[in-house]
């Protein structure tokens, strides 16, 4: 087996949290504006108490310690509508909630409203923004709506989405065909397969993320490539068989290996139509995305 393999076998990508400039909160009062209207203030009956001690225990969400474990916390509360829009967030409250400082509480805040969260305004305070505001395509967003309430249409749009962006991606990369690259797809396939025999479902999910991730990259189109990190969310949290990529079996793995081939070939319509057949939705799946139009 190849290093990449080796590695790939080991180790998964972590997706980026992204703080937003330095400042951009800052400008705003966080201590509580008098006359502001508190009605509405959330309750925090039933979320994680004592943050901060969890949080010295464990490393953290996505590798950023005690205010990525705040995002975390926040985030899965607003889109689950447990925080609904314009509820005001008070940050002393927050630190006194789950024990964190206020730098923890405004870094995390900075964070969500990065995400379209929440808005941070003078003489307003920090407010949960509505779900028209949200960054839909944050990686965030994506896994947190795919565990919460809106699972079922989160998993509808994600299969919709790749049904848009993936078949097209995989005709353009057939223009372009580097040998590095086509080693890569070619190892990831391996990978994949000897995952499958060993009954190792994450590992396959792992090569199947990377497989997909960088056939978007090297479609050519700059755009494109801005979304290869939500089609990795997506084939995370996707959490059933929505798609042929969602369970390991020969039939996925030999429609990933004919997409290899086509692009090896330059085939760009063979290389579309693979991974048409490959997004094919099991017929188990009620919600089900229909195939493209041939022209």
Not at 83 to 106: K, Y
Not at 187 to 207: E, N, P
Not at 219 to 230: K, V
Not at 237 to 265: E, F, K, M, W, Y
Request: aromatic share 4%; hydrophobic share 40%.
């Amino acid at each position: 087996m190849s290093t990449l393999a080796h590695t790939m076998m080991t180790a998964a990508r972590s997706a980026d949290s992204g703080l937003v400039n330095p400042g951009e909160l800052d400008r705003y009062p966080y201590a509580e504006t008098p006359g502001v209207d508190r009605v509405g203030t959330p309750s925090w009956e039933g979320v994680e108490p004592e943050l901060g001690r969890v949080g010295r225990r464990t490393a953290g969400n996505r590798g950023r310690g005690l205010h990525g474990q705040l995002v975390q916390q926040l985030g899965q509360m607003i889109v689950s509508g447990d925080l609904g829009a314009d509820r005001p967030l008070v940050p002393e409250e927050i630190g006194q909630r789950f024990e964190v400082s206020r730098t923890v509480v405004r870094e995390s805040l900075r964070v969500l409203e990065a995400k379209g969260l929440v808005s941070a305004r003078p003489n307003v305070g920090t407010r949960v923004r509505p779900v028209s505001d949200w960054n839909l395509l944050d990686p965030d967003i994506i896994e947190w709506r795919a565990f919460g309430p809106q699972r079922d249409d989160q998993r509808r749009e994600l299969s919709e989405l790749r049904w848009t962006i993936e078949p097209l991606a995989a005709r353009l990369a057939a223009g372009h065909g580097r040998e590095d690259v086509q080693q890569r797809l070619s190892d990831m396939v391996g990978i994949m397969g000897h995952a499958m025999g060993q009954g190792d479902a994450l590992t396959f999910s792992r090569a199947d993320a990377e497989f997909h991730s960088l056939l978007i990259q090297v479609a050519g189109n700059r755009m494109l490539d801005h979304l290869s990190g939500i089609v990795s969310a997506a084939l995370h949290v996707s959490g059933g068989p929505v798609t042929g990529c969602d369970r390991p079996n020969d039939v996925s793995l030999a429609q990933h290996g004919r997409i290899v081939d086509a692009l090896a070939a330059g085939d760009g319509s063979a290389a579309e139509t693979a991974m048409r057949q490959l997004l094919t939705v099991h017929p188990e799946v009620e919600r089900v995305v229909p195939a493209p139009r041939e022209h």
